[in-house]
């Protein structure tokens, strides 16, 4: 064992050499007698413990202690502090500083030297495995075991870090988020070891382009952010969001596959945007929604116009938490007419709620809701209310009409819709099949795991599934095959009086022709002129919706009109 005592009183140095040779321990000596002697020796040579004086000339005992937690390659070492005083305070500075024991040079035999040794060997040894274990953990809390970069939680302290850090600091910071575009695709067709290797492989290649100042963290599946801090210039910012994109763009290689993993990013800046280390993530967010939106493979910053839409549908899915809770929604239900008897042959059920007795309008506000997810709540109280109000058509007239209720994708993923939509059939008495869900394409086929599983078991039950604003969007056949589809609706915008292209009745005669091969029903929504009821009677279109018969009505007009008076509408035709 090797000791180093460092001790200016010759005599105290002679007293410590004869209890240490009396004692069992085998060692080699060093005496030195001041603070740097100790430092330069200790520059070169290991010890295993230090016998240290703490009155020493010029720097004391707790000097040399602090010099030594920040020397490396003297982890192992232990620090034995000793003073001819007894008082509690020298001993509590000494361990606090980082020594492992305290003896009073008085009572210093060889029984007490040599335990202090053992026992300071064994103290130092298991604070340094705290420690280990304590940096692993850290790096376990801190980081993503699939990627190695920073995790969520790191990039949020290191976020708000940095904030503080700028604030004296005329300086800006970017924060890039990253999102993979297909994803899902890849994790859903391939597995997830081959999802896990393409991350591994993105990370790398984000990681590539970077400098070594700009946090990269990996938030969870496939979002990355990237952080950059010191930045001068904003156009930096849009300069590495570009050189991301552009090393993203060739093919990814794994397991002999090759595959395509572009990004959208949406970029923030602080404080120019906020100085909220959560309002420049939400910013941030929206921006790379953005890039999304506009086809992908994209590079958007935040916006002012950003947050004005962003604040308006912050009020908006306030608003409708209100109505939530008063019940403040209601229903209309528009008429559709059988072409053929010219009767009501069923009605859509649409969503209405007023604010101060001026009625919102759907297209504004569902869109907020699907976003909130208080579709899901929303959509679940019109089923409900929608399937109650057939059961007593049902009971009074006997009319058999089909009730249509709009499904929204969000919808698609709520596991419970199936189960609500058996409650509401049960609970009313109402046969599945007088019910129609709508659900438009770009519903049909957006990134949700269990979407297609929902679509089939709502088909299951015995519902009708339509597919709604048909004509707006792929109007694509392989949707019509690959979904249970019984009922295409034809969208308002394909009538003739809606549109002034010239060939809109040749477009429209051929989506009907192409959807009739298919043996599906067929619905002309928006019929708002005799010319587009004509057109429709012509091409043999099943149904007709729109205003030319009536507007979406309230139950006391519908009843009125069409049930109470059974009033056929051949005459119209
Ligand atoms: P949609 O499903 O395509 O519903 C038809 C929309 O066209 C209704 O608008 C209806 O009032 C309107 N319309 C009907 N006939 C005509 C016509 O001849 N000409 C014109 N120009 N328009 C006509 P509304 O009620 O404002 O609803 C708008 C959209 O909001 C709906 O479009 C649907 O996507 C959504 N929506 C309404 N209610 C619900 C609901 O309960 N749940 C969900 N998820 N979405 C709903
Ligand atoms: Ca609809
Ligand atoms: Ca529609």
């Known amino acids: 064992m090797n000791i180093l005592i460092v001790d200016d009183d010759i005599v105290d140095r002679e007293m410590i050499l004869r209890i240490l040779k009396r004692s069992k321990i085998l060692c080699n000596i060093t005496e030195v007698e001041t603070v740097d002697a100790a430092l330069e020796i200790l520059n070169k040579t290991i010890f295993d413990i230090i016998l240290l004086d703490y009155n020493l000339p010029q720097r004391n005992g707790i000097d040399l202690l602090l010099e030594l937690k920040v020397m490396p390659n003297h982890k192992d070492l232990a620090v034995i502090m000793m003073s001819t005083s007894k008082a509690d305070d020298l001993a509590l500075n000494s361990i606090n500083a980082g020594a492992q024991d305290f003896l009073v040079k008085t009572e210093i035999n060889v029984f007490r030297l040599q335990r202090a040794i053992l026992s300071a060997q064994a103290r130092s ?194 608003t409708l938490r209100t109505a939530i809770d008063n019940q403040d929604f209601y229903l209309h239900y528009q008429p559709v007419i059988d072409s053929n008897t010219g009767k009501l042959s069923g009605v859509e059920a649409l969503i209405r709620y007023d604010i101060d007795n001026i009625r919102q309008n759907p297209d504004s506000f569902i869109p907020v809701a699907e976003k909130s997810r208080l579709i899901i709540e929303i959509g679940q109280w019109v089923i409900l209310q929608a399937t109650k109000q057939l059961s007593l058509w049902n009971a009074h007239y006997s009319p058999q009409l089909t009730m249509a209720i709009n499904l929204s ?129 012509q091409l043999n279109v099943d149904k007709i919706q729109g205003y030319y018969y009536d507007k979406p009505l309230t139950i006391n007009e519908l009843e009125e009109k069409y049930l109470l008076r059974k009033e056929s509408f051949k005459s119209k035709l």
């Open 125 to 318: 040894c298991l604070e340094n495995e705290l420690i280990q274990s304590h940096q692993r953990t850290k790096e376990l809390a801190e980081h993503d075991s699939l990627t190695g970069l920073s995790n969520r939680y790191f990039f949020d302290n290191h976020l708000n870090r940095e904030i503080q850090c700028h604030k004296e600091s005329n300086n800006k910071i970017a924060l890039l988020l990253i999102d993979l575009d297909h994803f899902k695709y890849v994790n859903d067709n391939y597995g997830h070891d081959v999802g896990d290797q393409l991350l591994i492989e993105v990370a790398k290649r984000i990681k590539g382009v970077l400098r070594k100042n700009e946090l990269l963290a990996r938030l969870g599946g496939d979002e990355f952010s990237v952080t950059l801090t010191n930045l001068h210039d904003i156009a930096d910012a849009n300069r590495i969001g570009e050189r991301i994109n552009e090393a993203l763009l060739a093919p990814f290689e794994i397991n002999n596959k090759s595959f395509i993993s572009a990004a959208s990013i949406g970029i923030s800046v602080y404080p120019n945007d906020s100085a909220n280390a959560k309002e420049l993530f939400k910013y941030a967010d929206i921006a790379m929604y953005r890039s999304k939106h506009n086809g992908r493979n994209q590079v958007s910053f935040f916006d002012m116009k950003m947050k004005e839409a962003f604040l308006e549908s912050f009020v908006i899915e306030n």
């Open 409 to 537: 994708s969000a919808q698609l993923n709520d596991e419970q819709l199936i189960a609500h939509i058996k409650y509401c059939l049960n609970l009313f008495n109402v046969p599945a099949s007088q019910i129609e869900f709508e659900l438009t394409e770009t519903a049909l086929i957006v990134e949700q795991e269990n979407s297609n599983k929902i679509i089939q078991g709502i088909s299951d039950l015995g519902c009708k599934i339509s597919l709604d604003d048909f004509g707006t969007g792929f109007s694509s056949i392989s949707h019509l095959h690959r979904f249970p589809i019984d009922i295409v609706k034809i969208d308002k915008s394909l009538m003739p009086s809606a549109s002034t292209e010239y060939n809109i009745k040749k477009l429209l005669t051929g989506l009907v022709a192409m959807i009739q091969s298919l043996d599906l029903k067929i619905i002309a929504e928006g019929v708002e002129t005799k010319d587009d009821l004509d057109f429709c009677t």
